[in-house]
């Protein structure tokens, strides 16, 4: 057999995982590293938190799944806590991001089929974003390296550059039924825009009855230091996609939206044999019992602003390597002036401190949201080590 068992579309580097610790992974190999990954912000409690485990054993112990067809007092429970906690009027929960930004798009969609708008299906979304991998999804990105090989893409999406507002005005034509925006992108580069940006789109949007999307799958949960990043820029949109650390490395996610947009989902339009299921429930509980409350989420806005001064300070020793930090939160972009993905193996490989690469020559820097002043310490440590060490000539 030519061919791994297991399908070779991950180019999967020689670290093999076998535990975590608080912040850090363990390999096969006994070596420790400091996890300034998260899984790719998923981990938000890091690893082993005991509060996330006992409820995902209990509950293990009581029951797992459960089809839709029935009632669910779980669901019903993560729910109602969502919708207190947010912009939101009601929840669909999916297994993952990709799921919940296509439950967004049909939402979005349905909304304008069920008020009688049948050619507002059109969506225009932003270049270098990202969206997840399913057909629908990858089709709402602009980046054709996601589209090789899975060609002709679906149809109903217009994108613009990220931050251009006359653009978006340009686009905005009779087809057109929403806005779907990463309101921090993370694999295009952590690019933040500005409140004036997002503010327009609202009120473009309002103006012409679009519905506005907020894809805060890997921004959204706590990790830049308000519960969902849209509450910093002083804008709600309609329908928002959750994933990633709502359920702390469990598989799950969620799309949010108000009573006026969820109005074309109604009974049978939509589903998901596993979306809610019960373990996840008891994972996303747990979660919102460590985060959702203003003491946590000032833990993360203190670690955030100590970090990015760090490395302010740190760049500055380097200028032929790193450009600027940028992001909110512990959701950090280090952009470099070269591309990323070698500095970011050879601080994995030689330093055993696990970072991200991203789009516009970035390095992604997401730890887990418990960590402390000693994790930073240890993390400015490896990084200067790292930068000190390293040779361009690694990345030929």
């Given at each position: 057999m030519s061919i791994s068992s297991l399908m070779p579309v991950y180019p999967r580097c020689a670290f093999r995982p076998v535990r975590g610790e608080h912040c850090h992974l363990i390999g096969e190999d006994g070596r420790r590293y400091l996890d300034f990954a998260s899984g790719i912000a998923v981990?938000?409690?890091?690893?082993?938190?005991?509060?996330?485990?006992?409820?995902i054993q209990q509950q293990a112990a009581t029951l797992m799944h459960v089809s839709n067809l029935y009632g669910s007092p779980q669901q019903e429970s993560v729910a109602d806590r969502l919708v207190e906690l947010t912009f939101a009027d009601t929840v669909f929960f999916t297994n993952s991001g990709a799921e919940a930004v296509e439950c967004a798009i049909k939402t979005a969609r349905?909304?304008?089929?069920?008020v009688g708008n049948l050619d507002k299906y059109e969506l225009i979304t932003f270049k270098e974003a990202f969206h997840g991998r399913t057909l629908g999804t990858i089709s709402a990105s602009n980046q054709e390296k996601m589209h090789k090989g899975f060609l002709p893409i679906l149809p109903g999406f217009k994108y613009v550059d990220f931050g251009d507002l006359e653009a978006v005005k340009a686009a905005i034509g009779p087809n057109t039924g929403g806005i779907l925006i990463e309101p921090i992108q993370g694999e295009g580069g952590v690019k933040v825009p500005t409140d004036e940006f997002l503010q327009a789109l609202r009120a473009l949007c309002d103006e012409h009855d679009l519905m506005l999307i907020f894809d805060e799958v890997q921004c959204g949960v706590a990790r830049t230091g308000t519960f969902f990043a849209y509450e910093q820029f002083g804008v709600v949109p309609d329908i928002l996609a959750s994933a990633k650390g709502i359920g702390g490395g469990f598989p799950l996610g969620a799309c949010l939206a108000t009573e006026k947009?969820?109005?074309?989902?109604?009974?049978?339009?939509?589903?998901?044999?596993?979306?809610?299921?019960?373990?996840?429930?008891?994972?996303?509980?747990?979660?919102?019992?460590?985060?959702?409350?203003?003491?946590f989420?000032?833990?993360?806005?203190?670690?955030?602003?100590?970090?990015?001064?760090?490395?302010?300070q740190f760049i500055g020793n380097y200028p032929d390597m790193f450009e600027l930090v940028r992001g909110r939160g512990l959701m950090l972009g280090l952009k470099m002036k070269m591309e990323p993905r070698p500095f970011v193996a050879h601080l994995r490989d030689n330093h055993q401190l696990l970072c991200v690469s991203a789009g516009d020559k970035t390095m992604r820097i997401l730890p887990p949201l418990v960590i402390d002043e000693s994790h930073i310490d240890e993390f400015m440590d490896k990084l200067s080590a790292g930068a000190a060490s390293y040779s361009p000539e690694e990345a030929a």
């Open positions: 981990n938000l409690l890091g690893h082993s938190h005991e509060g996330l485990i006992g409820a349905a909304y304008h089929q069920h947009a969820a109005r074309g989902m109604v009974a049978g339009t939509h589903g998901s044999t596993y979306g809610g299921n019960p373990l996840g429930m008891a994972a996303a509980n747990a979660v919102l019992d460590a985060v959702a409350n203003e003491p989420l000032a833990h993360v806005r203190d670690m955030s602003a100590k970090l990015t001064g760090r490395l302010e």
